[in-house]
């Protein structure tokens, strides 16, 4: 076995066919996302760590990213190691002890992952085991989350999704902050991703909103056109509105239908505006267009523990079922 270190991806086309097929294994990949993500993101602040075999096929890999804003700390991503590779538990002591020794070597002392690159791409393992899993949510096998664990990483943060078979004690919950909001001259309208206006408000908008968010970090808006806008163009996005006041835009929800359920995938105000019910009354919203195509069925999704989001959901009572997810960390 051998250990290697870049600082760019010297052959994209073989890291790429590696990764796809790892995650062929337990989820739905595709290699054209796989490689446009590893080469619009793989910076001078990343490193590709892997563990070849002599005749230089990739058995392991991940990557290391020193974000400027959190100069001690890296973020681990990229991980892939197949469950079905001879010799695997060798292999992950290999790959492990590499991480360690180039973040020591970057004056790193604390490891988070996984992230791969940034908070706005993968992250995160599940962590509960359930019979359903759904293509939007985090991915992995049980053995990545061992992986982790064996090599003396401890859980981080953690983020939930809850799963409500019936939006109606949803509904009248919101019911009144939505009135109220509506009263006070807020209007909700749809989202154009063909106008450019309206791309540049949900970018600085995402900014200004995510900034206080765990780990994070800010991408372009080259990046995030590329990455988050063009994808959702051919998706319908109905379920999806801005929310305005006096024809200005400060806030917007992303909520869409999958499996016969509305998913509520990201809320976000202003952080300038205060006003504690708008994000009842997008809730509210995002519901009622649900319930209008025949839709009763909700999920939160993707809820940080400890923030206002997860306290609304539990005014809501216990969920009919619940996935967790977490961030691994190891301080060196």
Known sequence: M?????????????????????????????PQVIGFLLSTYFDDSSRLLTITDND???????????????????????????????????????????????????????????????????????TSTT????????????????????????????????YYKDSNRLFATTEEKYKKCINEGYSFREINLENNEDIKKLYQLSLDCFDQNYCYTPISFDQHLKSHVNPLRATDLSNSAIICKDGHDIGFFYTFIDDKKVIIKTILIDPKIRNAGLASAMVYESIRRGKEKGVTEFIGALVRRGNASEYFFKSLGLPDSQHQYHLFSKSL
């Open 2 to 30: 051998k250990k290697n270190i870049y600082t760019s991806i010297k052959d994209l086309a073989q890291l790429t066919q590696f990764i796809f097929t790892s995650q062929s294994m337990y989820t739905k990949a595709s």
């Open 56 to 126: 230089e096929k990739i058995l392991a890999c991940a990557t290391l990213t020193f974000p400027e804003r959190y100069p001690e700390v890296a973020f681990l991503g990229n991980y892939e190691l197949p469950v079905n590779t001879l010799n695997r538990s060798a292999i992950k002591k290999e790959l492990f002890s590499l991480i360690e020794n180039v973040a020591k070597e970057n004056h790193i002392t604390k490891i988070i992952g996984p992230i791969n690159f940034n908070t706005w791409l993968g992250n995160r393992f599940k």
């Open 131 to 162: 019979n359903k899993d759904y293509a939007w949510e985090p991915l992995n096998p049980k053995e990545y989350v061992d992986d982790f664990t064996s090599e003396d990483f401890s859980k981080d943060m953690e983020y939930i999704t809850n």
